[in-house]
């Protein structure tokens, strides 16, 4: 019976094509619009929008220190929620 038993010691061949699906994905190019116009991805648009608004924001403000940190991790979640307060602010 034990000399039945696969050796599970040896790591499996990989099928033909293997590198294919192992392989890393190329990086994403941006989205060019038909017109010929660039768009930026989502998460640079948010950033931009919160840069202007960083920019506005006295230093004091007690949303700014939150709004740089959602930028330098470019936390997409944060700086939606921040934008839309300061956005309800004004």
Same mark, same amino acid.
């Given at each position: 019976?034990?000399?039945?038993r696969?050796?599970?010691?040896?790591?499996?061949?990989?099928?033909?094509?293997?590198?294919?699906?192992?392989?890393?994905?190329?990086?994403?190019?941006?989205?060019?619009?038909?017109?010929?116009?660039?768009?930026?991805?989502?998460i640079?648009?948010?950033? *931009? @929008?919160? =840069? %202007?608004? #960083?920019?506005?924001?006295? &230093?004091?403000?007690?949303?700014? $220190?939150?709004?740089?940190?959602?930028?330098? *991790? @470019?936390? =997409? %979640?944060? #700086?939606?929620?921040?934008? &839309?307060?300061?956005?309800?602010? $004004?």
């Amino acid at each position: 019976m034990a000399s039945a038993r696969k050796n599970d010691s040896q790591p499996p061949e990989a099928p033909e094509g293997a590198d294919e699906l192992t392989a890393v994905r190329p990086v994403r190019r941006r989205f060019r619009h038909p017109s010929g116009i660039r768009e930026l991805p989502r998460i640079e648009q948010k950033i *931009r @929008r919160a =840069e %202007t608004l #960083l920019a506005t924001l006295p &230093a004091n403000h007690p949303k700014r $220190r939150l709004l740089e940190l959602a930028i330098v *991790r @470019r936390d =997409e %979640t944060i #700086l939606d929620a921040v934008t &839309a307060a300061l956005d309800s602010e $004004r």
